[in-house]
């Protein structure tokens, strides 16, 4: 379970990103965070792995208070945590394989991974994830010359070799279209269905919110500003989610029927 | 915003003057007129022009007219010598007039393009420029034929890369000048089968300038080579070679089938400095041949250049070796990502960011001058002045790929737990090595073609040998020279091309 308490977050230019946020996500949800841009997203899921460290509050992950670790403590609990960037943050001139690896480099000794050198049992393991998402034959290419649905793959092939409990995903289809948005979206579902992981992920399209959140947390300058649960977000109308949303709401539907032209038409 | 408004602004505030006046005033001093109508920026820039233009001819003139006294007759003998003077002046006077009437109408609030203006100051620097850089492209042409010769020896200086070894038959005759009691000094001991000779008489009297020939001495040889020239010499008592002349051609012989020859010859006329405590000088007369025998052999200028090209590379290599260890720490310092963290390393950012740009603005050839002052000439001084060129060029190069590194892919590495060495290994590492690489052989590239000229000044290396047989005028040595010079920088070119295009 997945505690944030009273969380705030003012960045050194006086910017208040995050204003006393508390809640919290059960094992084994899906919760998808919407809100405008700047309404402090981001913010939110990197104060939880600590890429950014809280100004105020409490994260609590499996009774461990994430934001007073430092360290050796600090690396172990992100080890536990998956992340998964809206610009796939993969290290582009490096192989998927070593993109791939360097997902386990937090439980690997550091004087091996110097050289490049990783367990028989992590190599296997970056196998199973390349094939489990498809893209077992790109693996010795170079990660920029992948397209971007299979660069996010690499991404998610890179956060499953932390054997994650959580993943976070900071707008993982904002740089995709549609279709790929789905493909990306289902794949994380079937982490959150079969393998039990709890994923927190920030979205823009209300379709894809309404098809795969368990539950939905809207942000507005960085207050919560909306609860709802899967059932709720299903029954709510374009209106409604723009009131909470913002002008930046927007539909992908169709794109699964094969209406191509209108993708071209959301942004 | 700001910066739009201001001539705007400029434009409708009225004058301070009425515009015949700005005129009259911009007669009197140029520009001043147009500073009184408020159009600051143009007056300050005619003036400039205007003063600078004034200051170049009175100096064009001076020069032009040297070596005469009172002003009136320095222009009158340089617009004589030089009649392209004379248009200049034509144009300056046009121009202070145009100055002049631009006042005018500026006060009058006209709305006129300083083009026309720009455009004449620009014609005036043309011609002006035109003189003072003695251009003269019919030099191009009417040399030509002179340069013909020496360019062709350049293109092709081949025939200078070999030698053929010689080997020299000669042997000698001491004759007695003039006669006297005592006996002429022996005939040496020529070795048996080897060349030998024989003269009558063994003494005898020089030629007079003017006046008495010489005594003809008739002399024979034996033990030649039979069918190549034999070329006579003679050496006077204070040990100087020269030629025999008679009738002003040099004087040969070539010797019959057996290798034997005998030819008159004429004591020459020679000033020699008087000595009167000997009664008497020996002078050798030498008959000489030279044959050249085997395959051909690398010159010596040849080899010269093959081992100063090999001193080029290494200088330029050295040099970037250097360069490159040093460069690397100071990138950091140099790189704003890393360096704004507070006040302090903002302060070093900025030092070494202003150091790098000082050196790297002043010429690798100035800096080996300069080293040359602390280690002397030869390859050290090249390489010294390289390398401080290297470390400031690379430093900002590499630098600014460090600025340039992608801050994702390092959040990412973070995000999965990995520790500090791991992340730079992972995140960073990547990202920086094919910059890294990529100007690290682009400036290795550089640094040859460099070494290659540094020599010119003493550096060490082929711009050495060349400026030196340049001025010997030993043009197809210079040509061996500037042919490694090519090749080398060419082969440099396709390899450093290579190994970039396989890492970025
Ligand atoms: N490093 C930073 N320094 C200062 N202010 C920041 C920084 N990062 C974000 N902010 C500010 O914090 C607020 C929240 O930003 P955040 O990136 O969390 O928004 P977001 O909801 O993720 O937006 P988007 O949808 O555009 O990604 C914004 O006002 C932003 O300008
Ligand atoms: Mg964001």
Redesign the interface.
């Given at each position: 379970m997945l505690e944030v308490k009273n969380l705030t977050k003012v960045y050194d230019d006086g910017t208040v990103a995050l204003k006393n946020i508390s809640f919290t996500v059960e094992d084994g949800e899906f919760l998808i965070i919407i809100g405008l841009s700047g309404s402090g997203k981001s913010t939110l899921l990197r104060c939880v792995?600590r890429?950014i460290d809280p100004t105020e509050g409490d994260i609590i992950w499996d009774g461990v208070n994430l934001a007073k670790l430092e360290g050796e403590e600090l690396?172990?609990?992100?080890?536990q945590?998956?992340?998964i960037?809206q610009?796939?943050?993969?290290?582009?001139?490096?192989s998927v394989m070593?993109n791939v690896l360097?997902?386990?480099?937090?439980?690997?000794p550091?004087f091996q991974?110097?050289m490049h050198q990783f367990k028989e049992s992590d190599r296997e393991k970056a196998w199973q994830a390349l094939e489990r998402l498809g893209i077992e034959d790109q693996a010795f290419k170079r990660a920029d010359e992948l397209s971007g649905g299979q660069q996010q793959r690499v991404?998610i092939a890179?956060?499953l070799?932390?054997d994650p409990e959580l993943i976070l995903a900071d707008e993982p289809v904002a740089s995709l279209d549609p279709v790929l948005a789905h493909s990306i979206l289902t794949y994380l579902e079937r982490l959150n269905q079969e393998d039990e992981m709890t994923i927190v992920c920030s979205l823009h399209y209300l379709d894809l919110v309404q098809r795969y959140s368990t539950r939905v947390l809207g942000l507005r300058e960085g207050e919560i500003v909306y609860r709802g649960t899967r059932e709720e977000i299903r029954a709510m109308t374009d209106e409604e989610f723009q009131e909470i949303y913002g002008e930046q709401a927007q539909r992908v539907t169709g794109g699964l029927e094969g209406n191509l032209d209108e993708f071209g038409l959301g942004e | 915003m700001n910066h739009r408004k201001k001539p705007e602004q400029e434009a409708r505030k009225p004058s301070l003057v009425p515009p015949y006046l700005a005129g009259l005033l911009s007669l009197v001093v140029p520009g001043l007129g147009q500073f009184l109508a408020r159009t600051y920026r143009r007056g300050a820039i005619l003036l400039g022009s205007f003063i600078s233009l004034v200051g170049l001819m009175i100096w064009r003139i001076q020069l032009a007219g040297k070596r005469v006294e009172g002003a009136l007759e320095i222009i009158q003998k340089a617009y004589r010598l030089r009649p392209i003077l004379i248009v200049l002046t034509v144009l300056m006077v046009i121009f202070y007039l145009w100055i002049a009437y631009d006042a005018y109408l500026m006060a009058k609030r006209t709305r006129g393009t300083p083009l026309g203006l720009i455009f004449m100051v620009l014609i005036i620097f043309f011609i002006m420029g035109w003189q003072i850089g003695d251009i003269n492209p019919v030099a191009l042409v009417t040399d030509l034929d002179e340069a013909a010769g020496p360019l062709s020896e350049v293109l092709w200086p081949w025939e200078r890369a070999v030698t053929y070894p010689e080997e020299e038959i000669i042997a000698i005759m001491p004759i007695q000048v003039p006669c006297t009691e005592s006996d002429p000094p022996d005939v040496p001991d020529y070795g048996e089968g080897e060349p030998r000779l024989e003269a009558e008489p063994r003494c005898g009297q020089l030629s007079e300038q003017g006046g008495e020939t010489g005594t003809k001495i008739t002399l024979h040889g034996e033990n030649y080579l039979p069918g190549k020239t034999v070329n006579i010499l003679w050496e006077d008592p204070i040990g100087n070679e020269f030629r025999a002349r008679q009738g002003g051609e040099y004087v040969k012989v070539v010797p019959d089938e057996n290798g034997e020859f005998t030819i008159d010859i004429v004591l020459p006329y020679r000033l020699l400095p008087p000595s009167a405590t000997e009664p008497s000088y020996i002078w050798d007369l030498k008959a000489r041949q030279v044959t050249s025998l085997g395959a051909a052999q690398a010159s010596k200028e040849l080899k010269l250049a093959i081992e100063k090209i090999i001193e080029t590379i290494f200088i330029g290599m050295m040099a970037t070796f250097f360069g490159v260890i040093i460069a690397l720490p100071v990138s950091f310092l140099a790189a704003r990502n890393l360096m704004s963290a507070n006040k302090f390393t903002l302060i070093i950012y900025y030092i070494a960011r202003g150091v790098m740009n000082i050196v790297r603005s002043i010429e690798p050839l100035i800096w080996a001058v300069i080293a040359l002052i602390v280690v002397g000439l030869g390859p050290f001084a090249g390489i010294i002045a390289l390398t401080i060129h290297s470390i400031a060029a690379l430093g900002k190069l590499y630098s600014e790929a460090i600025e340039s590194i992608d801050p994702g892919p390092i959040e990412a590495v973070q995000a999965t737990g990995a520790n500090w060495a791991q992340t730079i290994m992972y995140g960073v590492v990547p990202q920086i090595i094919p910059p890294f690489v990529s100007f690290t052989i682009y400036r290795w590239d550089i640094n040859i073609r460099m070494s290659t000229i540094i020599g010119m000044v003493g550096g060490g290396g082929i711009g050495f040998l060349l400026i030196q047989w340049m001025r010997l005028l030993d043009y197809k040595a210079a040509g061996i020279a500037i042919w490694f010079i090519t090749i080398t920088v060419a082969i440099l070119d396709y390899v450093s091309a290579e190994i970039r295009e396989r890492f970025v």
């Open positions: 792995n890429l690396r172990k609990a992100r080890r945590i998956g992340m960037f610009h796939f943050n993969l290290v582009r001139r490096s070593t360097s997902g386990r480099l937090g439980y690997s550091t991974t110097m991404g890179r956060a070799m932390q | -």
